[in-house]
């Protein structure tokens, strides 16, 4: 994806598209799911290539593509983004309003699952007290990412568990 991100950046620069350069600028992490990685699979679906193709395609096509997604796409999709923040803003705000248990609860869970983690992996094992079963921590701490985080973190930790059993076994 970075191959791709510079190409769409370059043929940004080329033809002058401020936005592009925006939101593409500021891209920090894995683009897969975010804004830039939204936009760039914008760019490509422009361009008539596939993502992986856009290093490979021509200047001329890459300009062209750029110049339509920022006319056509990026309005639609900062606006998305922008009410996306804004939604997440408005529930962080409501739990706070709220206050009490409501809000308390993830905070007590972290703080718990933490002193429970030190417990498991470093005081149990060095000052030979009882210990916690791992794999109930790990199915507690799963619960608490999935009602905390949201599925796809679960998900996605999931899916990285695979990958490095994977990359193990080779």
């Known amino acids: 994806m970075s191959l791709a991100l510079n190409a769409v950046l370059n043929a940004a620069y080329n033809v002058s ?53 920022e006319d056509r796409d990026v309005p639609e999709l900062v606006a998305v983004y ?25 905070w007590g869970w972290m703080y718990l699952l933490a002193g429970f983690w030190i417990w498991a992996l470093i005081l149990a094992p060095v000052f030979a007290l009882p210990g916690i079963d791992t794999a109930v921590l790990m199915t507690l701490t799963g619960w608490f990412i999935s009602l905390y985080m949201g599925g796809h973190t679960v998900k996605e930790l999931g899916k990285q568990a695979v990958e490095a059993v994977k990359v193990l076994k080779r």
Do not use: C, Y
Not at 52 to 65: C, F, I
């Open 17 to 69: 598209a401020p936005m592009v350069r925006f939101v593409l600028d500021r891209h920090v992490g894995p683009l897969a799911g975010t804004l830039a990685g939204t936009f760039i699979d914008a760019v490509a679906k422009r361009a008539g290539v596939p993502v992986e193709a856009l290093p490979n395609a021509s200047d001329e096509t890459l300009q062209t593509a750029v110049l339509e997604a």
């Open 82 to 106: 922008a009410q996306g923040l804004t939604l997440q803003q408005s529930l962080a705000e409501g739990d706070r309003a709220e206050g009490g248990l409501a809000a308390a609860w993830r």
